[in-house]
Structures are given as structure tokens and as C-alpha cells.
């Protein structure tokens, strides 16, 4: 019998009443694996109930005790992080050292969520004038949502939880129905590091679950992550409601390379930026643009040898590059674009299309594609693929180079390898992209930085994690105030100022 994934709520595993389920696949091998239950209003309604009345006491708490909670939670990840990657892989189809890569990237959030006491602190000004001081605290905001995708279960939703919670919210996590089980097991260590019942929930479900957070009263924050359409829709539907909205979304990111980039090392960090995790990251190194005909030529016949002898196979085998993508429809979706883009003009150099690997025929596997000539207007270069598929776009300058990237409608990443720090500096200062790497593929910032793209890569304010994490899901209130000293000043009329 298929086993049937159960929602968090209040502290326990809470079966579906909605009567809908979804299939979880387990992409290796096509089959189905498991049922997730799709939230009615009422079960969501059930989940904000529990964090609103496990809000008073968690907010009040003092933050050094919220911070012991985070503290015991990163250990029991620490702990447990073999069983959790094995089953991120087991329903994502990354392979499982990356899937150790995805929980570390959320464990390194809780780490900075361990020091809360001190980011969270306010400022104090003594005798802002006569008598008179000032001073601000940043109060949590109440009941948070995250919404987040398939491509990252453990880290997207330990971005937001993470901060969310240690700054005193309580928190509805509606994972990717497409890959559930890590998140619930989150939430079950969250309890057992200490946490009371109903901070963490977690309620599994799709558009309609995400409808019934975005127009509850009792939500005052949602953070989404996801494609741009979804990402726009959920950012305008939640300022409607008076929600705070940060909405991180699709990529289509640009590797440059300058004629003076060490090539061998050009070459791996594109095999790795390109094609790991099937291509399925937000920060993935989708476009190579070579500056100079004798760059692009040196690129392409290093990198085609290697491509072709990149191991596509089962996510837990250790010694294979990728595994497959997450679902039959995704992969139909990549193999559409490949053929898009030969058809539009791009010319192929390695064809990932077809790929079956022995054994495993009805598995989500894609094989790896090459394309050169491809330019700004095919429709598959303007739009984000999300698969392994690499498309080189020549330029003949570095401003040519750059203005792509500047000039795409997707802005979270892009990566300059050269050798020159003037080039790289000026790069910098003018490309409209949010995150840059000098000579790093996969510019992720470490958890105490920040996270967000420009453009359609992001929605609504503020980035994720980091001091910006921390201004997100809280309010500032400032305080301006006098003791009585004995004497009596004149009423006024006039608005107080400095002078
Ligand atoms: P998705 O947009 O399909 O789903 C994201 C979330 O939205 C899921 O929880 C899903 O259940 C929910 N959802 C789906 N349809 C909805 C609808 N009609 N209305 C409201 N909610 C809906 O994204 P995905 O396929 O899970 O993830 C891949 C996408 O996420 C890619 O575009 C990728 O670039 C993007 N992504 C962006 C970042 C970033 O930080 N910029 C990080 C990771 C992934």
C-alpha cells in the first residue's frame, strides 16, 4: 500500500481530512513512492491556529533561551543528516552528497540564527535632548509563512524557519508537495530540540493551500520561493492582504569568460555549475558566454570531451555525477527545450536527448546538452530551463559580455573568470544582477551574507538570511522618552525639533 505523508501541526503528525492527495515519485525509478495530502482552508486554518496560540509564550521567551532551541536543532541535524539526505535524495533525485550540501547550507542559517541575542539587539541614543532618549527594538511580527520549491527541501525552508523563528514568530511551512518528507522531519527535530508544539507547523498542499495563507487574517509575513510567475502572483496577493512579502524566484544565470580565465579550472567549475543537481538550481551556470572567438573555440573543445564523459545514474550511487530531475513532466519540459533551441537556431554540440540508463528506463533521467550560437530572443535562452543544458552565447567585449546578463529578464547570479581585478572590479560596480562571483561558479552567499537576485529572479522586499533575514521578520519600534524631573515645560504648539 502507498504510504501517505501526514501534515505537522501543533506538535504532531496530523493526518489529511481534505480527501486530495498528490503522487511522490521517486525519480530513479518512475514510481510512485508515496502520497502527500493537499490542504483544504480548514487544514490550513488548523496550522495557523496552533502557531498563533504558541506565539505569546515563544515571542516572550527570552532570546537567549530561543536561542539554546537553535543550538540543540543544529546538533540533532548534525546527528542526523546521513538519514536526511538519504531521503531528500530518495525523492528529489539529487545525489546524495549533494543532498548532504543542501541540509549544510540550511544548518549554516540555523548557525547564524544561533546568535540572535546579538542581532536582534536595538540601538540606544542617551539624551537625544533635554531629558530625552531614544531607543528602537525589532519585535517579531507574528505569524509566518514560508512557501517553498522542490529544488532545495531542507535549506529554502531552514532560510526562512531559521531566522523567522528565532526572532520570535511562529512559523506554517508549506513545502514543495513534490518532495515533503524532509521538511516534516524538520519539524519532528525541531520539537525535539526543545521547541514548543505549534511554533514549527508544516501543512502540505498547492494553489489552494497557498490561497488560504495569503488571505488569512492572522498572517503577517510570507516568504516564497518558486518560479516568477507564482512568485509575482504570491508578492501583489499578499501586499493586497497586508502581508510583509519577500518572493525570491527563476534564474537564468551568465558565466563570462575573458580571454585571460584559467581555462582548466573554467571547465570544472562550469562541468559542476552546469550540470550538477541535473540543473536544477536557482544558481546554476545555464549560460557560458566566452569573450573572443579564440576563448569560446578553447572552451568548447575542452569542455565537449568532458560533458561526454559525465556518469548520469541512480541518485544514492556515490560515484555518479547527476541523478535524474524531479518529475516525467519536467523532464518532457527540458527535452521541449532542447528541441526549441535547436529548431530556433542554437547549434547542438552535445544532445542530451533520448538518455536511458539500463535498468532504470521509466527513471527522470536527462542526459547532458551543448548548445553554441544561441542569442538573446530564442525563447529558450530568455527563459529559464531548469535542466542540464548548457547554452553558449559568444560576445566579442567584456561590455558586450556583461550587458547580456544586465539586459536578461532573470538577475540572481552571474560569474566573471579573469585574471584581471580592474575588469572585475568595473564588472562589478555596473552589472544588474544581485549576486556576483569573481572567478566562483555558484556565488551563494554564506548564511551571515544575504540571498537574492534583481529583476524577475526576485519580488517584494528584502533578501533572505542575514541582517537583512532578521529586518525581514521583524518590525522596528522606537521609543522617545522623558522621566519627570520636577519641571513643568511650557505647552507648545510647535512640532519639536533639535534646534
Ligand atoms: P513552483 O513555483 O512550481 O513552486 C513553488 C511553490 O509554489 C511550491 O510550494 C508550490 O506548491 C507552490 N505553487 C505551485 N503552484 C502554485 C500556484 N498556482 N499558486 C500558488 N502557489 C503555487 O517552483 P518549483 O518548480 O518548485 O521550483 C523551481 C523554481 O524555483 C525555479 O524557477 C527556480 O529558479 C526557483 N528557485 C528560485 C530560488 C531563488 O532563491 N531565486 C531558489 C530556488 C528555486
Not at 43 to 68: G, I
Not at 88 to 114: M, P, T, W
Not at 208 to 233: C, E, M, T
Not at 461 to 490: C, L, M
Amino acid at each position: 500500500m502507498t504510504r501517505t505523508i501526514s501534515h505537522f501541526i501543533n506538535g504532531q503528525a496530523v493526518s489529511g481530512t481534505s480527501g486530495n492527495f498528490a503522487p511522490v515519485f521517486e525519480p530513479n525509478s518512475g514510481q510512485i513512492q508515496a502520497q502527500v495530502p493537499l490542504a483544504d482552508t480548514d487544514e490550513v486554518a488548523n496550522a495557523v491556529a496552533a502557531a498563533e496560540a504558541a506565539f505569546p509564550a515563544w515571542s516572550a521567551m527570552n532570546p537567549q533561551r530561543r536561542a539554546r532551541v537553535m543550538f540543540r536543532f543544529k546538533a540533532l541535524l548534525e546527528e542526523n543528516i546521513d538519514e536526511l539526505a538519504q531521503l531528500l535524495s530518495s525523492e528529489h533525485g539529487k545525489v546524495v552528497a549533494d543532498s548532504r550540501g543542501d541540509i549544510q547550507r540550511g544548518l549554516e542559517v540555523i548557525e547564524f540564527a544561533c546568535g540572535i541575542p546579538h542581532l536582534q539587539k536595538g540601538e540606544y541614543t542617551l539624551g537625544a535632548g533635554p531629558g530625552i532618549d531614544v531607543y528602537s527594538m525589532r519585535q517579531p511580527l507574528g505569524v509566518c509563512v514560508g512557501i517553498t520549491p522542490f529544488n532545495f527541501p531542507a535549506m529554502i525552508p531552514m532560510w526562512m524557519f531559521g531566522v523567522a523563528i528565532a526572532c520570535g514568530n511562529t512559523f506554517v511551512l508549506k513545502p514543495s508537495e513534490k518532495d515533503p518528507s524532509v521538511p516534516f522531519r524538520l519539524a519532528e527535530l525541531f520539537l525535539e530540540a526543545g521547541a514548543p508544539a505549534g511554533v514549527l507547523n508544516v501543512i502540505h498542499g498547492d494553489k489552494q493551500a497557498v490561497d488560504a495563507l495569503l488571505s488569512h487574517p492572522v498572517v503577517k509575513g510570507v516568504s516564497f520561493v518558486g518560479s516568477s510567475d507564482i512568485a509575482q502572483y504570491v508578492s501583489i496577493t499578499g501586499a493586497q492582504n497586508g502581508k510583509r512579502v519577500q518572493a525570491m524566484a527563476g534564474a537564468k544565470n551568465h558565466g563570462i569568460i575573458m580571454p585571460d580565465a584559467d581555462m582548466d579550472q573554467v571547465v570544472q567549475d562550469f562541468l559542476g555549475a552546469a550540470f550538477g543537481s541535473a540543473g536544477e538550481r536557482c544558481m546554476a551556470l545555464p549560460v557560458a558566454v566566452p569573450v573572443g572567438e579564440d576563448t569560446a573555440n578553447e572552451f568548447i573543445s575542452r569542455i565537449v570531451p568532458k560533458i561526454k564523459a559525465l556518469r548520469i545514474g541512480v541518485s544514492t550511487d556515490p560515484n555518479v555525477d547527476y541523478g535524474p530531475v524531479v518529475s516525467a513532466a519536467h523532464k518532457a519540459k527540458v527535452e521541449s527545450y532542447i528541441d526549441m533551441c535547436e529548431k530556433e537556431g542554437g547549434k547542438v554540440l552535445v544532445d542530451g536527448r533520448g538518455f536511458s540508463l539500463p535498468g532504470h528506463e521509466d527513471g527522470f533521467f536527462v542526459g547532458p546538452s551543448l548548445f553554441d550560437h544561441v542569442k538573446p530572443g530564442m525563447q529558450s535562452y530568455d527563459e529559464e530551463i531548469f535542466g542540464p543544458v548548457l547554452q553558449i552565447v559568444r560576445a566579442d567585449s567584456l561590455d558586450e559580455a556583461a550587458a547580456l546578463a544586465s539586459n536578461h529578464q532573470y538577475g540572481n547570479g552571474v560569474a566573471l573568470f579573469t585574471r584581471s581585478g580592474l575588469a572585475a572590479r568595473e564588472f562589478v560596480a555596473k552589472v544588474q544582477v544581485g549576486m556576483v562571483g569573481i572567478n566562483v561558479p555558484i556565488p551563494v552567499p554564506v548564511s551571515y551574507h544575504t540571498f537574492g537576485g534583481w529583476k524577475r529572479s526576485a519580488f517584494a522586499d528584502t533578501n533572505q538570511h542575514g541582517p537583512e533575514g532578521v529586518r525581514f521578520w521583524t518590525k522596528i519600534k522606537t521609543v522617545t522618552q522623558r522621566w519627570p524631573d520636577g519641571a513643568v515645560s511650557d505647552q507648545s504648539f510647535i512640532i519639536p525639533t533639535m534646534e
